[in-house]
């Protein structure tokens, strides 16, 4: 078992332990390919306030991190189907989704009408 491979398939061991090595809070086996990292501090998806979400480039998703006390605890990903270089807040709370490719979109994430009513 191993942590992965490098971009030449050469399996990444496990990390060192060692008093001077701290081993990552999370990975992902395969890799998401992580970008665009924030903290969600908006009102329209309350699930979302105070996770990290990010983009994901080779698993083509919106990735929801949990985090409590600084550690992460548990991730949601949302396949997008695209590349997603970046994900954005937008003062009223929505999201912005970035994805890359020579059909790159900007998608708005809001809720439906139906849930702003309800």
């Keep these: 078992m191993s ?5 030449n398939d050469v399996p990444i061991p496990h ?3 060692k008093a001077e090595f ?7 086996n395969p890799s998401v390919s992580p970008s665009g990292l924030f903290f969600y501090t908006g009102d ?5 306030k105070g ?6 480039l080779s698993s083509e998703a ?13 991730d949601n990903i949302a396949r997008v189907g695209h590349r997603v270089r970046d994900v954005a807040e937008m003062p009223d709370g929505s ?3 970035l994805t890359d490719g020579d059909d790159g979109e900007l998608l708005h994430l809001t809720l439906s009408r139906e849930k702003e009513a309800g």
């Design 3 to 7: 942590e992965g491979s490098h971009y």
């Design 15 to 17: 990390h060192a332990q």
């Design 22 to 28: 701290m081993p990552p809070l999370k990975f992902w």
């Design 44 to 48: 329209t998806f309350k699930a979302l």
């Design 51 to 56: 996770n990290a979400l990010l983009g994901g």
């Design 62 to 74: 919106l990735i929801v991190l949990t985090v409590k006390d600084g550690k992460p605890l548990d």
């Design 95 to 97: 999201l912005l989704l």
